[in-house]
């Protein structure tokens, strides 16, 4: 299940709440009881290991470029 982040409008305070996908967003602070709260859009921890993705296929080359031929 995803973790999201939410801030209160009236407190000011940022908490975590884990969630279904088909979940409701949250509407209280559940750490001061009231006040609306607004989803936050954080930064992910997703990372693509293993071989065949973008870094270790398309990465910068060591290799020159041929010299151009004088016509």
Do not use: H, N
Request: hydrophobic share 30%; net charge neutral.
């Amino acid at each position: 299940m995803p973790m999201y982040e939410y801030q209160c409008d009236a407190c000011g305070q940022v908490f975590e709440a884990r969630q279904k996908f088909s979940d409701a967003p949250l509407s209280d602070c559940k750490l001061c009881g009231g006040g609306p709260v607004t989803k936050l859009i954080s930064q992910t921890a997703f990372t693509l290991k293993g071989g065949g993705w973008y870094q270790q296929g398309y990465g910068t080359s060591q290799e020159k470029a041929p010299a151009a031929c004088a016509a």
